[in-house]
Nanobody, 124 residues
Framework: QVQLVGSGGRLVQAGGSLRLSCLAS????????MGWFRQAPGKEREFVATINRNGGNTYYADVVKGRFTISRDNAKNTVALQMSSLQPEDTAVYYCAARMTGSFSTFESAYNYWGQGTQVTVSS
């Protein structure tokens, strides 16, 4: 079982930037595809970004493309989400997730392990 601990969420003003981090347990972090999802109040959880095992390929939801950057440091067992030009619509609980098998994916069901979530609130 893999444990993921997300952190970094806080209140930020519209137009600001924020970096979220996720620390994974274990010794096999480099074998996981990693992703970020978010869930806004009253909405279902949605895909944000994903990154492949070696960090050489990424994919983003259209609504965050150009504003968010996903990255990973396999030596430190971490994945990060750098967010800029934040808008109130970005307010959500953000979850990191790990996929054990297969290629990176936009589907929630493809991921095996989930962090506890970290709250990002963007004020207008």
């Amino acid at each position: 079982q893999v444990q993921l601990v997300g952190s970094g969420g806080r209140l930020v003003q519209a137009g600001g930037s924020l970096r979220l981090s996720c620390l994974a347990s274990g010794r096999t972090f480099s074998s996981y595809v990693m992703g970020w999802f978010r869930q806004a109040p009253g909405k279902e959880r949605e895909f944000v970004a994903t990154i492949n095992r070696n960090g050489g390929n990424t994919y983003y939801a259209d609504v965050v493309k150009g504003r968010f950057t996903i990255s990973r440091d396999n030596a430190k067992n971490t994945v990060a989400l750098q967010m800029s030009s934040l808008q109130p619509e970005d307010t959500a609980v953000y979850y990191c997730a790990a996929r054990m098998t297969g290629s990176f994916s936009t589907f929630e069901s493809a991921y095996n392990y989930w962090g506890q979530g970290t709250q990002v609130t963007v004020s207008s």
